[in-house]
C-alpha cells in the first residue's frame, strides 16, 4: 500500500470540533469540578485551536484532560487519522510510516483503543430464529516477545499445526454465532473448542426455541437439549454435504455457508498485520465484529473507541 498522507490538507478546526464533540457529548467543562468551560479563562494559546482553561476553582484542562487522549502532542487531524485507522484496520506499521510516529508507541495506542471497543461489545441473545455456528483456527502467536531463551525459541512463521487449534498450538479458535435473518454476529476468541468453551457462549447468543445449523464438531451434540433445533451437515472429507433440503422444498436450508464467507472476509482483514499477537487477537476480531454489524462509522462508535461508553448506546 503506498503511503500517501492527506493530514496537511485536513482543516485543524473542524477536526478539533469533531473530537470535542466525542470526547465531550455534553460540552467541555472543567474535569475536576465540571465547571463550564463558558466559566473558565483561557490560560494558553500556543496550541490553539487545542486551547488550555483555567477554571474559576483554578483547575487546568483542555480538550484531551482525563481522556484516553491525555497528554497527547499529536495535532487534531492525526489523532482523528489514528481513529479511522483503527476503525478500518490500517495496519500499525502502515499509519506510523504516514504520520511519521513511532510504530511501538503507535501499537500501545491501537491496543488501548481496541480494548474499548472490545469490552463494549454486545453480548445479548440474537433475535434471529435460524442461526449458523462455527470456528474459524487462526495463526496467532507471540508476535513481539522476545524469546531470548534458546530453549523457547519462537515458533516459525506458518503454523502447519494439523486438526483442531488451542491457545498453547498457537491456533486459537474464533467461535461465531450468525443470525440468517438479521445479519448480525458475535465473534469469540477462545483457548480451545471443546463442549465446555463453545456452548456456553452459542446458548448466550441464541433465542431458546432457535435452529442452529453447525458442522459434526462434537461440541454442539448437546445444543438440541438446551431447548434449541439443532441440524448439522457433513464437512468430513470424502462425505462433505455443503448444504441439505431437510423440508422438501428444493431450498438447502441446512448450511454455514454464511458463517464459512464471513470468516474470508475476517482473514482479510487481519493479513495486513502480517500477524497478530494472540493476546490481543479479541481486540482485532473485536473491531471486523463492529464493522460487520454497524457498516457505518457513527459517533457512538467513534465514543466507545475512545472509551466515552458512558453516552454510547
Same mark, same amino acid.
Given at each position: 500500500?503506498?503511503?500517501?498522507?492527506?493530514?496537511?490538507?485536513?482543516?485543524?478546526?473542524?477536526?478539533?470540533?469533531?473530537?470535542? =464533540?466525542?470526547?465531550?457529548?455534553?460540552?467541555?467543562?472543567?474535569?475536576?469540578?465540571?465547571?463550564?468551560?463558558?466559566?473558565?479563562?483561557?490560560?494558553?494559546?500556543?496550541?490553539?485551536?487545542?486551547?488550555?482553561?483555567?477554571?474559576?476553582?483554578?483547575?487546568?484542562?483542555?480538550?484531551?484532560? &482525563?481522556?484516553?487522549?491525555?497528554?497527547?502532542?499529536?495535532?487534531?487531524?492525526?489523532?482523528?487519522?489514528?481513529?479511522?485507522?483503527?476503525?478500518?484496520?490500517?495496519? !500499525? $506499521?502502515? +499509519?506510523?510510516?504516514?504520520?511519521?510516529?513511532?510504530?511501538?508507541?503507535?501499537?500501545?495506542?491501537?491496543? &488501548?483503543?481496541?480494548? %474499548?471497543?472490545?469490552?463494549?461489545?454486545?453480548?445479548?441473545?440474537?433475535? /434471529?430464529?435460524? !442461526?449458523?455456528?462455527?470456528?474459524?483456527?487462526?495463526?496467532?502467536?507471540?508476535?513481539?516477545?522476545?524469546?531470548?531463551?534458546?530453549? /523457547?525459541?519462537?515458533?516459525?512463521?506458518?503454523?502447519? !499445526?494439523?486438526?483442531?487449534?488451542?491457545?498453547?498450538?498457537?491456533?486459537?479458535?474464533?467461535?461465531?454465532?450468525?443470525?440468517?435473518?438479521?445479519?448480525?454476529?458475535?465473534?469469540?476468541?477462545?483457548?480451545?473448542?471443546?463442549?465446555?468453551?463453545?456452548?456456553?457462549?452459542? $446458548?448466550?447468543?441464541?433465542?431458546?426455541?432457535?435452529?442452529?445449523?453447525?458442522?459434526?464438531?462434537?461440541?454442539?451434540?448437546?445444543?438440541? &437439549?438446551?431447548?434449541? +433445533?439443532?441440524?448439522?451437515?457433513?464437512?468430513?472429507?470424502?462425505?462433505?454435504?455443503?448444504?441439505?433440503?431437510?423440508?422438501?422444498?428444493?431450498?438447502?436450508?441446512?448450511?454455514?455457508?454464511?458463517?464459512?464467507?464471513?470468516?474470508?472476509? $475476517?482473514?482479510?482483514?487481519?493479513?495486513? %498485520?502480517?500477524?497478530? =499477537?494472540?493476546?490481543?487477537?479479541?481486540?482485532?476480531?473485536?473491531?471486523?465484529?463492529?464493522?460487520?454489524?454497524?457498516?457505518?462509522?457513527?459517533?457512538?462508535?467513534?465514543?466507545?473507541?475512545?472509551?466515552?461508553?458512558?453516552?454510547?448506546?
Amino acid at each position: 500500500m503506498i503511503i500517501f498522507s492527506v493530514i496537511e490538507l485536513m482543516d485543524e478546526q473542524k477536526c478539533y470540533d469533531l473530537l470535542g =464533540n466525542i470526547l465531550h457529548p455534553q460540552g467541555l467543562n472543567c474535569p475536576t469540578c465540571q465547571c463550564s468551560v463558558q466559566d473558565s479563562k483561557i490560560h494558553r494559546r500556543d496550541r490553539a485551536p487545542v486551547l488550555i482553561y483555567e477554571c474559576k476553582n483554578g483547575h487546568f484542562y483542555n480538550l484531551f484532560t &482525563k481522556t484516553v487522549w491525555q497528554g497527547t502532542h499529536h495535532k487534531c487531524p492525526i489523532i482523528i487519522r489514528i481513529l479511522q485507522g483503527v476503525a478500518q484496520g490500517v495496519s !500499525t $506499521l502502515h +499509519l506510523s510510516q504516514e504520520l511519521v510516529i513511532d510504530r511501538k508507541h503507535l501499537l500501545k495506542r491501537r491496543h &488501548k483503543l481496541q480494548n %474499548f471497543v472490545d469490552e463494549a461489545s454486545i453480548r445479548i441473545p440474537l433475535p /434471529d430464529t435460524v !442461526t449458523e455456528v462455527d470456528e474459524m483456527y487462526q495463526n496467532a502467536g507471540e508476535k513481539g516477545v522476545k524469546h531470548s531463551d534458546p530453549n /523457547d525459541p519462537p515458533r516459525c512463521r506458518g503454523n502447519k !499445526t494439523r486438526g483442531h487449534g488451542t491457545w498453547d498450538s498457537d491456533r486459537p479458535p474464533v467461535l461465531g454465532i450468525i443470525g440468517r435473518e438479521s445479519g448480525q454476529i458475535q465473534l469469540e476468541v477462545k483457548h480451545n473448542s471443546a463442549r465446555k468453551d463453545l456452548e456456553p457462549i452459542v $446458548l448466550k447468543a441464541t433465542q431458546p426455541g432457535a435452529t442452529i445449523n453447525t458442522d459434526e464438531w462434537g461440541a454442539y451434540n448437546n445444543l438440541a &437439549k438446551a431447548d434449541r +433445533l439443532h441440524v448439522t451437515v457433513c464437512h468430513t472429507p470424502g462425505k462433505r454435504v455443503w448444504a441439505r433440503d431437510d423440508d422438501g422444498d428444493d431450498i438447502r436450508e441446512v448450511h454455514v455457508n454464511t458463517s464459512e464467507g464471513f470468516w474470508t472476509g $475476517l482473514r482479510n482483514f487481519l493479513r495486513p %498485520f502480517r500477524g497478530v =499477537n494472540k493476546v490481543y487477537l479479541q481486540q482485532y476480531v473485536a473491531i471486523h465484529e463492529w464493522a460487520h454489524n454497524i457498516k457505518k462509522c457513527t459517533m457512538e462508535f467513534l465514543r466507545i473507541l475512545c472509551g466515552v461508553t458512558q453516552f454510547a448506546s
